[in-house]
C-alpha cells in the first residue's frame, strides 16, 4: 500500500469565527459607557477562543448591561431580573456541550439576585458570569446599588446613600466560585483575557468589570484609570497563590481602587460532572429502562 493510501482523508477547516457572524444589531447604549468596550471585549475573546459557533450562548438578565443578547448573534436571551444566573444553570446542566456566557449588572447580581448567585457559584455549575460594576442602577435612571459606595446622590437617596455598600469580590470569593476575576471596563486587553480564562475554566468562573455608566455615574472608576491620574494595579499571579482563599480575601480587603486580575483559581468537581456521573449509576441500575417506563414505575409505587 503507498503512503498516499494510508493518509488521512481531507477534513474540510474549521470556519474561523469573526466579529462580523457574532455581531447582531448595534448597540444602544449611551455615547461613551463603559458596556461597549465590555462588548468588543467578549467578540474579541469568542473569535480567539474559537468555540463553534452554534454552542455559544449569550445569557442576561434586566438592566443596561443585560442588553449583551441583543447585540450577540449567538443563542441566548433576557430572564427575569437577577434570574439569569440560575436560568442559565440549567441551560448549562441540560447541554454540558453547550459555552454558556451570562451578563448582567451590579443590580442584577448583586442585589435582586444576590442569593441566585450565592447557590450556583456553590454549586460549582460549569458557567461564565460577567457583572458589569457601574456601582448604580443605569437602566432604571440613577437609585443606589448595592456597590453605591456611601454619600452617593441618587433619585433613592436624595441626601446621599448612608448605607455601607458590599464588596464585591469578597463576595465572590466568599461565595464558592471556582474562579475568580476583576477587570476594567477601559482595559480591553486586560478583559479579553479574564473572559478567556474564565471561559475556559472548567467550573463557575465569574469576572467582575467595572464599568462607567458616563450617564449616571460618570467617573466612578477615575482612580484606576491612567489617563485620568488612576493606577491600574495587576495582580503578580508569580506572588499570589490563586489557590488559597485566604490569601484572595486579603487582595479583595484593599482599599479601593484595589487590584485587577485572578484573585481565585482552583479545581473542584464541576456539579454537570457530579450530575452526569449519578445519571450514568443511575441508569446502569435501571438497566438502560425508558424515561416513561421509569416514570410509569415510579407512578405505579404512589398508587
Ligand atoms: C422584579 C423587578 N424589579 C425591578 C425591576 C426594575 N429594574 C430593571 S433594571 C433594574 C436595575 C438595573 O441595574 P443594574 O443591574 O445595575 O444594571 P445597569 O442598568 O446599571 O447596567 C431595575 C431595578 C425589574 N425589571 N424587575
Ligand atoms: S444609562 Fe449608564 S449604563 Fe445605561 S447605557 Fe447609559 S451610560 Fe450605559
Given at each position: 500500500?503507498?503512503?498516499t493510501?494510508?493518509?488521512?482523508?481531507?477534513?474540510p477547516?474549521?470556519?474561523?469565527?469573526?466579529?462580523k457572524?457574532?455581531t447582531?444589531?448595534?448597540?444602544?447604549?449611551?455615547?461613551?459607557?463603559?458596556?461597549?468596550?465590555?462588548?468588543?471585549?467578549?467578540?474579541?475573546?469568542l473569535?480567539?477562543?474559537?468555540?463553534?459557533?452554534?454552542?455559544?450562548?449569550?445569557?442576561a438578565?434586566?438592566?443596561?448591561?443585560?442588553?449583551?443578547?441583543?447585540?450577540?448573534?449567538?443563542?441566548?436571551?433576557?430572564?427575569?431580573?437577577?434570574?439569569?444566573?440560575?436560568?442559565s444553570?440549567?441551560?448549562?446542566?441540560?447541554?454540558?456541550?453547550?459555552k454558556?456566557?451570562?451578563?448582567?449588572?451590579d443590580?442584577?447580581?448583586?442585589?435582586?439576585?444576590?442569593?441566585?448567585?450565592?447557590h450556583?457559584?456553590?454549586?460549582?455549575?460549569?458557567?461564565?458570569?460577567?457583572?458589569?460594576?457601574n456601582?448604580v442602577?443605569?437602566?432604571t435612571?440613577?437609585?443606589t446599588?448595592?456597590?453605591?459606595?456611601?454619600?452617593?446622590?441618587?433619585?433613592?437617596?436624595?441626601?446621599?446613600?448612608?448605607?455601607?455598600?458590599?464588596?464585591?469580590?469578597?463576595?465572590?470569593?466568599?461565595?464558592?466560585?471556582?474562579?475568580?476575576?476583576?477587570?476594567?471596563?477601559?482595559?480591553?486587553?486586560?478583559?479579553?483575557e479574564?473572559?478567556?480564562?474564565?471561559?475556559?475554566?472548567?467550573?463557575?468562573?465569574?469576572v467582575?468589570?467595572l464599568?462607567?455608566?458616563?450617564?449616571?455615574?460618570?467617573?466612578?472608576?477615575?482612580?484606576?484609570?491612567?489617563?485620568?491620574?488612576?493606577?491600574?494595579?495587576?495582580?503578580?499571579?508569580?506572588?499570589?497563590?490563586?489557590?488559597?482563599?485566604?490569601?484572595?480575601?486579603?487582595?479583595?480587603?484593599?482599599?479601593?481602587?484595589?487590584?485587577?486580575g485572578?484573585?481565585?483559581?482552583?479545581?473542584?468537581?464541576?456539579?454537570?460532572?457530579?450530575?452526569?456521573?449519578?445519571?450514568?449509576?443511575?441508569?446502569?441500575?435501571?438497566?438502560?429502562?425508558?424515561?416513561?417506563?421509569?416514570?410509569?414505575?415510579?407512578?405505579?409505587?404512589m398508587?
Amino acid at each position: 500500500m503507498s503512503d498516499t493510501a494510508l493518509a488521512p482523508a481531507p477534513t474540510p477547516e474549521e470556519p474561523k469565527l469573526t466579529k462580523k457572524a457574532l455581531t447582531a444589531d448595534h448597540p444602544t447604549w449611551c455615547p461613551g459607557c463603559g458596556d461597549f468596550a465590555v462588548l468588543a471585549s467578549y467578540y474579541r475573546a469568542l473569535e480567539q477562543l474559537n468555540y463553534p459557533h452554534e454552542s455559544i450562548v449569550t445569557m442576561a438578565g434586566i438592566g443596561c448591561s443585560s442588553r449583551f443578547p441583543y447585540f450577540v448573534n449567538s443563542h441566548g436571551g433576557h430572564f427575569i431580573h437577577g434570574r439569569s444566573v440560575p436560568f442559565s444553570a440549567g441551560v448549562s446542566l441540560s447541554r454540558d456541550d453547550l459555552k454558556v456566557f451570562v451578563f448582567g449588572g451590579d443590580g442584577d447580581g448583586f442585589s435582586i439576585g444576590g442569593n441566585h448567585l450565592d447557590h450556583v457559584a456553590r454549586k460549582n455549575v460549569n458557567l461564565t458570569y460577567v457583572i458589569m460594576d457601574n456601582q448604580v442602577y443605569g437602566l432604571t435612571k440613577k437609585q443606589t446599588s448595592p456597590t453605591s459606595p456611601q454619600g452617593f446622590k441618587s433619585k433613592t437617596d436624595p441626601w446621599g446613600a448612608i448605607d455601607q455598600p458590599i464588596n464585591p469580590m469578597r463576595k465572590l470569593v466568599n461565595s464558592g466560585a471556582t474562579f475568580v476575576a476583576r477587570s476594567h471596563a477601559t482595559q480591553v486587553k486586560h478583559m479579553v483575557e479574564m473572559i478567556k480564562r474564565a471561559a475556559e475554566h472548567p467550573g463557575f468562573a465569574v469576572v467582575e468589570i467595572l464599568s462607567e455608566c458616563i450617564e449616571f455615574f460618570p467617573g466612578a472608576f477615575d482612580d484606576s484609570v491612567p489617563r485620568k491620574g488612576g493606577d491600574f494595579v495587576t495582580i503578580d499571579e508569580a506572588e499570589h497563590d490563586k489557590t488559597d482563599i485566604t490569601a484572595a480575601m486579603k487582595l479583595a480587603s484593599e482599599p479601593w481602587p484595589g487590584r485587577f486580575g485572578v484573585y481565585l483559581e482552583i479545581q473542584r468537581p464541576t456539579k454537570n460532572a457530579l450530575e452526569a456521573g449519578l445519571i450514568t449509576k443511575a441508569r446502569e441500575k435501571t438497566k438502560q429502562a425508558a424515561d416513561k417506563d421509569l416514570l410509569k414505575a415510579t407512578f405505579a409505587k404512589m398508587r
